[in-house]
């Protein structure tokens, strides 16, 4: 009998994300358009961006992201001020509203985790959390 072919770690990641979305993600409605949202989830770390560096980013073309800013913008959810760095470029940061919105998304992401969760033993849960530390620890370091 032929061992099975294990799946590449590419494979894998991929299945991982396909999971999460298919059984989390996709049950959590996003409150903006995808576009709008992914900006505001780049910005949530990060002292503010360009907006070629959001395009870039985010794969979205620059006159598109343009757009996207511009609703953002209106909607009150982002800063957009020039570069101190280079005054022919501007600088996107989250706002307050933005920052709340997405805490409130998080938060409703964290609840539907925790339902969940309570599928597993205490044991599970502790082995689950490691997991989770070192998975982030790892896909951090890949990007450094």
Do not use: W
Not at 38 to 62: E, F, H, W
């Amino acid at each position: 009998m032929e061992a099975q072919k294990q799946p590449s770690l590419s494979q894998q990641f991929v299945e991982i994300m396909v999971l999460l979305h298919n059984n989390f993600g996709r049950q959590t409605q996003v409150p903006l358009p995808l576009n709008q949202f992914g900006v505001l989830c780049a910005l949530m770390d990060t002292q503010g961006l360009a907006i070629i560096d959001l395009s870039r980013q985010l794969n979205i073309s620059k006159q598109q992201m343009t757009n996207v800013i511009e609703k953002l913008l209106t909607a009150g959810y982002v800063s957009k001020n020039p570069d101190p760095k280079d005054r022919r470029r501007f600088v996107v940061t989250i706002s307050d509203k933005g920052e709340k919105l997405l805490a409130e998304h998080m938060e409703q992401f964290r609840q539907r985790f925790e339902i969940h969760a309570r599928n597993l033993t205490t044991d599970e849960r502790q082995e689950l959390a490691s997991i989770l530390r070192r998975y982030y620890e790892l896909i951090n370091k890949m990007f450094l």
